[in-house]
């Protein structure tokens, strides 16, 4: 039986969870499925493709519910926030998606998830196309970081801290009244905060125009 491109993308995600990205090779993913390399290329004929397909299975659960009857801001919120999650279920899942410009059902849903609600809210087609793309890069910058500390965040942020407290008060006052703050590890309200100032930004983008006209 001929093996199924989402059979490959499958236990290539089971192979990302246990090797990383740096760690997955046609090879590798050729032994998992126990067939020959030329079976994998039919499919995908090269690790690039490989990887389109992946970032396009991250994002498939995102934008399933309907979005039109929610104030735009919170449809932003919404898509920003379940982008996030389908990033943080599998390992270095936002690297997987950076760099992808796939073309699929599911990154297309998840773009009029996030057009439509501008589009209706008054932006232009410039500011809900490219801010659009912005939310997304902010997700993917921040989950990137949040997966770089790994599952038990085994980052010496402590030692950070310490490192920190140890500098001049003179040269860096202001980083130096943050430190606590700084390397504080509550990536939630992070995540928020983020999401909130650029709901914000967009806010003060599409009220712009109509405060001109008065």
Same mark, same amino acid.
């Given at each position: 039986?001929?093996?199924?491109?989402?059979?490959?993308?499958?236990?290539?995600?089971?192979?990302?969870?246990?090797?990383?990205?740096?760690?997955?090779?046609?090879?590798?993913?050729?032994?998992?499925?126990?067939?020959?390399?030329?079976?994998?290329?039919?499919?995908?004929?090269?690790?690039?493709?490989?990887?389109?397909?992946?970032?396009?299975?991250?994002?498939?659960?995102?934008?399933?519910?309907?979005?039109?009857?929610?104030?735009?801001?919170?449809?932003?919120?919404?898509?920003?926030?379940?982008?996030?999650?389908?990033?943080?279920?599998?390992?270095?899942?936002?690297?997987?998606?950076?760099?992808?410009?796939?073309?699929?059902?599911?990154?297309?849903?998840?773009?009029?998830?996030?057009?439509?609600?501008?589009?209706?809210?008054?932006?232009?087609?410039?500011?809900?196309?490219?801010?659009?793309?912005?939310?997304?890069?902010?997700?993917?910058?921040?989950?990137? !970081?949040?997966? /770089? #500390? %790994?599952? &038990?965040?085994?980052?010496?942020?402590?030692?950070?801290?310490? +490192?920190?407290?140890?500098?001049?008060?003179?040269?860096?006052?202001?980083?130096?009244?943050?430190?606590?703050?700084?390397?504080?590890?509550?990536?939630? !309200?992070?995540? /928020? #905060? %983020?999401? &909130?100032?650029?709901?914000?930004?967009?806010?003060?983008?599409? +009220?712009?125009?109509?405060?001109?006209?008065?």
């Amino acid at each position: 039986m001929r093996i199924q491109r989402d059979q490959i993308i499958a236990t290539a995600l089971v192979l990302l969870e246990e090797n990383g990205l740096d760690g997955l090779t046609m090879r590798a993913l050729a032994q998992a499925l126990q067939v020959q390399a030329p079976s994998l290329y039919w499919h995908f004929p090269n690790k690039k493709a490989l990887i389109d397909g992946m970032a396009d299975a991250l994002v498939e659960g995102v934008a399933r519910e309907p979005v039109d009857g929610l104030p735009w801001q919170d449809a932003i919120r919404l898509v920003g926030e379940q982008l996030r999650q389908g990033l943080l279920a599998h390992r270095d899942g936002a690297r997987v998606y950076a760099g992808t410009y796939v073309t699929s059902e599911n990154t297309l849903r998840m773009g009029e998830a996030m057009v439509g609600p501008l589009l209706r809210a008054g932006a232009s087609h410039e500011l809900a196309a490219w801010g659009s793309f912005s939310m997304m890069y902010y997700v993917l910058g921040f989950v990137m !970081e949040e997966q /770089a #500390l %790994g599952p &038990d965040q085994h980052v010496d942020l402590a030692g950070n801290q310490a +490192d920190l407290l140890a500098m001049s008060k003179e040269r860096f006052p202001s980083v130096f009244a943050c430190a606590g703050t700084l390397f504080d590890t509550d990536l939630e !309200e992070r995540f /928020a #905060l %983020g999401l &909130d100032i650029f709901i914000a930004g967009l806010a003060s983008r599409i +009220d712009a125009p109509k405060k001109k006209k008065r």
